[in-house]
């Protein structure tokens, strides 16, 4: 099911200059919680989700439009421009990922039957093959520990890149394709307790990018190659919970230089894909804040 808001509950997209720090609504809303902005390759809109459905939202003014992908299952907040500019791929509430045309129309599954959960977040340069994070359920439900899979973005054999105890999550591509970034719970101190790494695309060379005592995730990486910007949940986190006080961090792309960009009530949503603007300025996040002056513990009862 689609997240839904809270009683008194706001979804605010902001747009925010990474070197100047001035920020801009692009758009408030009491009635949709949305979610995980995109921005269009050409800079001219941003892509978000809501309702189990993904949205056009011009810079220039107005509501999101919706897009129409007929009978492709409800949607979550993992979705990626494909680099052809003409196509989006899309995780939904069935497991799988789906390719479907920017201007609305038929969508064509890309994963395969195996048993998997799949959760998108990369694409690769070329748009050749997919970064995913796959999740195996038992009968009664409970998941394993989420591991980073490859797969051809028109279909075909997967590729396991991770295999251990230690959930990863967030895999994204460099705009080069020389890394894979991801956070990852490999080098934990209690659970929950994600960093950020990157590793080859073949699964090698994995380093180790963060080192705090918050719990970072969904690292990405900037169009120019030399930044990420990625959220920090307060220490004791475990996973990437809704509605907890939160920071929108940035830093070099080899983890140094870190500085904050925004403090805002959010997580889960707030920033789950790559949301750069084409020219590495600006980054795109979505808040959730409470007109009655809630914390977020009061926040994330009313969540539960």
Avoid: K
């Avoid at 009635?31 to 978000?48: F, K, Q, R, S």
């Avoid at 028109?154 to 590729?159: E, I, K, Q």
């Avoid at 030399?226 to 990437?240: D, M, N």
């Amino acid at each position: 099911m689609a997240r839904t808001l809270a009683d008194g509950q706001h979804a605010i997209i902001r747009i925010l200059g990474v070197d100047t720090g001035e920020t801009a609504v692009l758009h408030e809303s009491a009635d949709v919680l949305y979610e995980a902005p995109n921005w269009a390759l050409d800079g001219t809109a941003l892509y978000v989700n809501g309702d189990g459905h993904l949205f056009r939202l011009e810079l220039n003014g107005g509501a999101p439009q919706r897009i129409d992908l007929g009978d492709v299952p409800e949607l979550n907040n993992d979705h990626v421009l494909d680099p052809d500019d003409e196509h989006f791929f899309v995780s939904a509430d069935d497991g799988h990922i789906y390719r479907a045309p920017l201007a609305g129309g038929q969508a064509t599954r890309v994963t395969n039957d195996d048993g998997r959960l799949h959760f998108l977040h990369g694409v690769s340069p070329d748009g050749t093959t997919l970064a995913y994070i796959g999740v195996e359920t038992s009968a009664d439900g409970a998941w394993s520990a989420p591991n980073v899979f490859t797969i051809p973005a028109a279909g075909g054999p997967d590729t396991q890149l991770t295999d251990d105890e230690f959930p990863d999550d967030g895999a994204e591509y460099a705009p080069d394709g020389t890394w894979i970034y991801l956070n990852s719970e490999r080098a934990r101190t209690r659970p929950g307790h994600a960093q950020l790494f990157r590793m080859r695309p073949d699964g090698s060379g994995a380093e180790q990018l963060t080192s705090d005592e918050r719990v970072n995730w969904f690292p990405h990486v900037s169009p120019d190659g030399t930044r990420l910007a990625y959220v920090s949940f307060p220490s004791g986190t475990e996973g990437h919970p809704a509605d907890r006080d939160v920071i929108v961090r940035l830093c070099e792309a080899d983890g140094s230089g870190m500085r904050d960009l925004a403090r805002v009530l959010g997580g889960q949503g707030t920033m789950n894909v790559n949301s750069w603007s084409p020219d590495s300025r600006s980054i795109a996040y979505v808040e959730y804040p409470m007109d009655d002056g809630r914390t977020e513990s009061d926040a994330a009862r009313a969540e539960s």
